[in-house]
């Protein structure tokens, strides 16, 4: 059976470091599916269309990776996607804090979900998508943070 | 003198982890407060008055543990309940930076008041007040997080 | 050349552990600027205007500080004041991981610009702007953690 | 092509919670080598042809595990044993620290060699190999932490 | 019923951030079992027996503090104490991921067993032992950090 | 008057982090001392005297750049040399927690002495001599974390 993992995430936007996990996902599973969280109470910086549109042309092309939206819990859109994996990046000590219990919540939800981590490139692991929305908000040149111009 | 202590918190929800602290402190104390928190400028997810019943219910028949609200300094109202001591939880190292801030700044308010902490049981430590709202929010089971039924 | 610093923050309010980072960095460097960061899109609690004249009259005859309000990119601050350094304090790991993260923006967006850290005094380490406007809020003396009345 | 992942460890003991990483790590890879190192210039305390024996015992008839011991760098062993990756458990920050440390000199050592992480479970995250060692130096009792009767 | 806490260490020196949570200790606790752990695989620096006549000069007088020497699991010394409690000092994140493994262990040997912490002042939380014993070797003066002359 | 720091460790062996560190100083100080620890008690993998070779051959011509050997307290070495400042990078909180100890030791042993921190550029940040030492002790190749042959 296909090894189907889903990245989620708000991807407000979606930077190099997110493109690295990716990528270094595809040669772990079958297929990565990039979902990109709605969250209708929460106002995004870059538009969800938008992001969706970088993400495709990105990976055009590249089979293995598909990009999707979605308004639930993560732990049942992987039952709707037959995903038994949830892909994460690890970039330092406060995401390991925060990925732990967002890992074990997702776990108590659906027990055949396992979340399976890499750390972010070094090169990477400084990027923030917030820190390049405050950029971005104050002109400055955020072309460094992503694959894609913007 | 009896040893009160206080055990503050938004309780937004009140969770299994925060009942483990309870417990293991009437071991400790011979009364502990539970004060949640009722911060006006800040919106909460579940009602105070629904928290404070669901927390009577857990405890009832238990007389070293009460519930109230508060709306003051944690440290001022330590003194208005003869409470020496602050009793609170310790999940991980980003609580412990957070708690560490918080206690000296008491101490400073309040050169009586010690705080005390319990590094909460491993299969409660992952989880938090904000994802169970936030698995609350999109319809998820939560009951697996909570001492009560919602 | 002169060495100038720029100690950039919000500084809400400025504190006696921010105080002590800047005395130090005069060590260090020729000049340090205290630029407090004027995001229109934030509210502030302490008002710029009275901040800019609490710092300039605890640091009055000291000609090696100076303070300023700024509404830009940090890295382009700096060069507006022919500064190649910014000077930041740590306090924990919790703001290692963070000023990690924006140091290596800084150097991107700005490659001439090194940013210098010293370790925040035992004695102030636990004290945090958002504690302070939390216990001034409530009507709390926080006048042990700032370095003038207020 | 098979999926080969090797996880590496001095396993002085072997515990739960080694336990806990290899069988979750099957249902990631087809197959998991649990390699045991065998650094000559460091004194074991429990011996490495026991620690083969136990864990052979605990996965016998399960033919995607295999235990090997070695003496060589672990990114050779790697290309020895067509493994394109690495499977480790973080228990915890100092983990983190110390797994990403290690996982980046791997990377550059053999470019081909992804680190995958697993989040060691809540139950089993306490457990360090070196403190049941000191544990059963003293004629504790370890069973509740070991696969097996020792 | 008594209530007895037993706090476990090398004290290899005792410094003044032990003095510090023994004698916040005293105000939790009737009794607090200084426990200078004896191990003889280990060397010490500072003799064992010139450590317990400093402590018994630092204390003399004060009736809730005992040092005694113990060579055995820190477990088994509670039980025969009739000590439910162990207490420790917490300075840093590195202490914290360490004290909670500990602490898990002891609970797991004996059930009976809380580990109550508390956060060492900010004024000695950058001492430790090593860094002592360090200093002293190259003839530094150490006694800024001890409670006693040596 | 010259502002010179001193950059000490083991440098067991210098790495390519440790010369980011010390070629970023030089824009700080007027001199930056390399200062290897020449602790007798502990046996080191690489020479004492091969390593301030390969460094002197790094730095040759960099007047600003001069390396020494001591066996003695830093915080004397720095009053021998004139040096007010102690230069260290930080790489990662396990880092930070321990570089904070022992900048506040310095601090007591010499009050005039300010320990400053750059963080270790991404790229060398996973490099840690005792990593690049076991790797040289199996035969790997070693030549991507070092600024020399060897």
Redesign the interface.
């Given at each position: 059976m296909d090894?189907v993992a889903i990245f989620p995430g708000s991807f407000d936007p979606f930077t190099r470091g997110h493109e690295d996990i990716v990528r270094?996902g595809t040669?772990?599973f079958d297929h990565v599916i990039i979902a990109i969280g709605h969250n209708t109470?929460k106002r995004r910086y870059f538009k969800i269309e938008e992001m969706v549109d970088k993400i495709n042309q990105l990976f055009v092309g590249e089979e293995q990776i598909t990009v999707i939206t979605y308004d639930?819990?993560t732990?049942?859109l992987a039952v709707k996607y037959s995903a038994?994996?949830l892909l994460r990046g690890?970039r330092?000590?406060?995401d390991?804090?925060?990925?732990?219990?967002?890992?074990?919540?997702n776990k108590?939800?659906n027990s055949d979900l396992?979340?399976?981590?890499?750390?972010t490139s070094?090169?990477f692991?400084?990027?923030?998508s917030s820190?390049i929305r405050e950029?971005h908000?104050?002109?400055?040149?955020v072309s460094?943070?992503l694959p894609y111009a913007i």
């Amino acid at each position: 059976m296909d090894k189907v993992a889903i990245f989620p995430g708000s991807f407000d936007p979606f930077t190099r470091g997110h493109e690295d996990i990716v990528r270094r996902g595809t040669a772990i599973f079958d297929h990565v599916i990039i979902a990109i969280g709605h969250n209708t109470s929460k106002r995004r910086y870059f538009k969800i269309e938008e992001m969706v549109d970088k993400i495709n042309q990105l990976f055009v092309g590249e089979e293995q990776i598909t990009v999707i939206t979605y308004d639930e819990l993560t732990a049942e859109l992987a039952v709707k996607y037959s995903a038994a994996y949830l892909l994460r990046g690890l970039r330092n000590t406060t995401d390991f804090e925060y990925e732990n219990s967002i890992a074990q919540v997702n776990k108590t939800l659906n027990s055949d979900l396992e979340t399976v981590f890499l750390i972010t490139s070094p090169e990477f692991a400084s990027i923030s998508s917030s820190v390049i929305r405050e950029v971005h908000r104050y002109g400055g040149d955020v072309s460094a943070f992503l694959p894609y111009a913007i």
